[in-house]
C-alpha cells in the first residue's frame, strides 16, 4: 500500500474472571483516552448479550461516555445489533448523540443478535423474532431517518427523527460483516465495509469478500468510492513467547462457558483445561486468525494482510487478562507503525515490563 496505514481501536469490553463488569467498562473509557494519545483514529465499542466475559450491552451509552472524555478521536459502535431495535429508535439515539459531538460519530451495524438463541428471545421479547430478512430494509430506514430522506408516500414519510433538523455531519453508517451476504448489502447501499477477519476462519474467503464487494459497489453520490476496514485480533509483546502466552486468556475464552468459567481466566489459569485435546482442536479452529508477536512480526503480518485486502484501515482487537498488558500491546503497535509521529507523542507513564508474571 502506497498511503500510510490507518489504526482503529474495536473494545469489546472484556471481563476478567473474578472481576466486575463496572471494571470492565471503566476501562474501555480509559483506553479510549489512551488511544486517542497513541494516534488511533476510531474507538469502536461492541453488543453482546448474556455473555460474561464481555460487559458491553449498550454500546450507545458506551459511545457517550468515551466522547465525552475524548477531545479528537472518532467514536462508534462496532456495532449496533440493529435486528434487536427498531432503525428510528437507534437513528435518534445517534441523532442525538451527534448534537453533542458533532462530525465525530461512527455508526457500524450488525445483522447479528449479538448473543445466543435465549438472549435473542428475551430482546425480541413479546413482539417475536426478528426476521433476518427484513435487516436490509432496517438498514434502508435507519439511513432515511438519520438524514431525513424518506420518499413521499412511504409509510414512515411524515416521521421526523429527533432531535431536528438533520445534523450538517450526520454518523458514518458502517456495514459489519464476516461473510458475503453483509458485504454484499454494504455494496447496494454504498456503505463503507468494517470486515471481520478475527471470527473463526474468516480470513480464508475474507480478501474476495472485499475485492467482490469494491466490484459491485454502486455509489451513492457522485465520486462515491467503497471503503474497507479490517478488524484483526492483535497480541503484541516484546517476544513472540510472551505474546503466545499472554493470548493463552482469549483464546481459551472461546469455550470458557462449556466450562463453567466466567471471564478471561489468568494465562498462567489455562493449561489445565487447554491441554484437553477436545477444546485444542476448536479453540485452534475459532482462533486461527489470531496475531501475536513481536512488533516486527506484527507490522509484517498486517502489512500482507494490507496488501491482500487491499486496504489502508484496520481495526484492531485485543483481549487479554491484564488490563496493563492490553495496553501495552497498542501502544507497541502504535510505535511499530510510528502513529504518534503524526498524532504527537504521549507515552504512559508506568508500562509493565517485559515478560507475563506468572
Known amino acids: ?5 490507518t489504526f482503529n481501536v474495536l473494545d469489546q469490553s472484556p471481563m476478567r474472571h473474578g472481576g466486575t463488569a463496572a471494571e470492565a467498562l471503566r476501562e474501555s473509557v480509559e483506553l479510549a483516552r489512551i488511544a486517542e494519545g497513541l494516534g488511533y483514529s476510531r474507538y469502536w465499542v461492541a453488543e453482546h448479550h448474556n455473555a460474561s466475559s464481555f460487559a458491553g450491552t449498550s454500546p450507545e451509552l458506551l459511545v457517550a461516555l468515551i466522547a465525552a472524555g475524548t477531545s479528537t478521536i472518532r467514536v462508534g459502535s462496532g456495532g449496533v445489533m440493529l435486528s434487536n431495535y427498531s432503525a428510528l429508535k437507534v437513528a ?3 441523532r442525538l448523540l451527534s448534537a453533542f459531538y458533532p462530525g465525530r460519530l461512527d455508526l457500524g451495524v ?3 443478535p449479538g448473543g445466543d438463541l435465549l438472549a435473542a428471545d428475551a430482546l ?4 417475536g423474532k426478528a426476521d433476518p430478512k427484513e435487516f436490509p430494509r432496517q438498514v434502508r430506514d435507519l439511513l432515511n431517518f438519520l438524514r431525513g430522506e424518506f420518499a413521499d408516500g412511504h409509510p414512515f414519510a411524515q416521521v421526523q427523527a429527533q432531535p431536528g ?7 458514518e453508517v458502517w456495514m459489519l460483516s464476516s461473510g458475503s451476504s453483509g458485504a ?14 478475527f471470527l473463526g476462519d474468516s480470513r480464508r474467503a475474507g480478501p474476495a469478500v472485499v475485492a467482490q464487494y469494491r466490484e459491485s459497489f454502486q455509489p451513492p453520490q457522485p465520486h462515491a468510492a467503497p471503503r474497507v476496514s479490517v478488524a484483526l485480533a492483535v ?3 516484546p517476544s513472540e513467547e510472551e505474546a503466545r502466552h499472554i ?9 470458557a462457558e462449556t466450562y463453567g468459567v466466567q471471564g478471561l481466566l489468568p494465562p498462567e489459569d489455562v493449561p489445565r483445561v487447554y491441554s484437553r485435546e477436545e477444546v485444542r482442536h476448536h479453540v485452534e479452529h475459532w482462533s486461527q486468525s489470531f496475531i501475536e508477536g513481536t512488533p516486527g512480526q506484527i507490522r509484517d503480518t498486517i502489512t500482507e494482510l494490507a496488501r491482500r485486502y487491499n486496504t489502508d484501515d484496520f481495526l484492531i482487537v485485543t483481549n487479554c487478562y491484564s488490563f496493563e498488558y492490553r495496553v501495552r500491546s497498542y501502544e507497541l503497535l502504535s510505535d511499530a507503525f510510528g502513529l504518534r509521529q503524526v498524532h504527537g507523542p504521549q507515552r504512559r507513564e508506568g508500562a509493565p515490563p517485559g515478560r507475563v508474571a506468572g
Do not use: N, T, Y
Not at 425480541?124 to 413482539?127: A, D, E, Q, V
Open 124 to 127: 425480541s421479547h413479546p413482539r
Open 184 to 197: 454484499k448489502l454494504a455494496a447496494e447501499l454504498g456503505l463503507p465495509l468494517s470486515f471481520a477477519d
Open 110 to 112: 450488525g445483522r447479528a
Open 92 to 94: 435518534e439515539q445517534f
Open 165 to 171: 433538523p438533520p445534523p450538517p455531519s450526520p454518523p
Open 235 to 237: 497480541i503484541c509483546a
Open 1 to 5: 500500500m502506497s498511503k500510510r496505514l
Open 247 to 255: 493470548g493463552l486468556s482469549r483464546k481459551f475464552d472461546l469455550v
